[in-house]
T-cell receptor
Framework: RKEVEQDPGPFNVPEGATVAFNCTYSNSASQSFFWYRQDCRKEPKLLMSVYSSGNEDGRFTAQLNRASQYISLLIRDSKLSDSATYLCVVNMGSSASKIIFGSGTRLSIRP | EAGVTQSPTHLIKTRGQQATLRCSPISGHTSVYWYQQALGLGLQFLLWYDEGEERNRGNFPPRFSGRQFPNYSSELNVNALELEDSALYLC????????????FGPGTRLTVL
């Protein structure tokens, strides 16, 4: 089983729709969680951290479920500019090698 | 403020050759990380440098090596290139050991023929 797993997609949704995707992780001792966004042929950029109580940033909501070992990202009122690959990132320990990137979920928003 | 920069943007080599990739971190960042992103795969951690020392290494063979210079810039060397080394190599930097706050450069796309 992979340490961090994501549905690769692609998710193809119309503009204005709400879309959600999950990411599961294997290590129950994982400490911190993030969502990154990566546009085609560009570098990953931090989208948001995921807090235990859940957090919201505009149209984006991130949630953590420790019991079931997954994090989720919800995008409301999706825009064409939201088209990208969303990477789930889990910090499983104190060293740099314990930061595990998922292989990403591709999202495509159509007009 | 300038972000993380990497050079070259693209690099084409043949099997068996050596490749050198360069990275300049954000000013004030002392930690530099290297990742490999092969097509369709997630980022695979390669190396972490801090204060001029290799602090952590991913599950890659010894022909992947590097160093960090006194100005905190870094170099990744890949010896005896193999076809499967073709990938996007991303460098990231952070403040001292702030692994959770990494800022990525645009990457070097290495193609091995």
């Amino acid at each position: 089983r992979k340490e961090v797993e994501q549905d690769p997609g692609p998710f193809n949704v119309p503009e204005g729709a709400t879309v959600a995707f999950n990411c599961t992780y294997s290590n129950s001792a994982s400490q911190s969680f993030f969502w990154y966004r990566q546009d085609c042929r560009k570098e990953p950029k931090l989208l948001m951290s995921v807090y235990s109580s859940g957090n919201e940033d505009g149209r984006f909501t991130a949630q953590l479920n420790r019991a079931s070992q997954y994090i989720s990202l919800l995008i409301r009122d999706s825009k064409l500019s939201d088209s990208a690959t969303y990477l789930c990132v889990v910090n499983m320990g104190s060293s740099a090698s314990k930061i595990i990137f998922g292989s990403g979920t591709r999202l495509s928003i159509r007009p | 403020e300038a972000g993380v920069t990497q050079s070259p943007t693209h690099l084409i080599k043949t099997r068996g050759q050596q490749a050198t990739l360069r990275c300049s971190p954000i000013s004030g960042h002392t930690s530099v990380y290297w990742y490999q992103q092969a097509l369709g795969l997630g980022l695979q951690f390669l190396l972490w440098y801090d204060e001029g020392e290799e602090r952590n290494r991913g599950n890659f063979p010894p022909r992947f090596s590097g160093r960090q210079f006194p100005n905190y810039s870094s170099e990744l060397n890949v010896n005896a290139l193999e076809l499967e080394d073709s990938a996007l190599y991303l460098c990231a930097s952070s403040l001292y050991r702030e692994h959770n706050e990494q800022f990525f450069g645009p990457g070097t796309r290495l193609t091995v023929l």
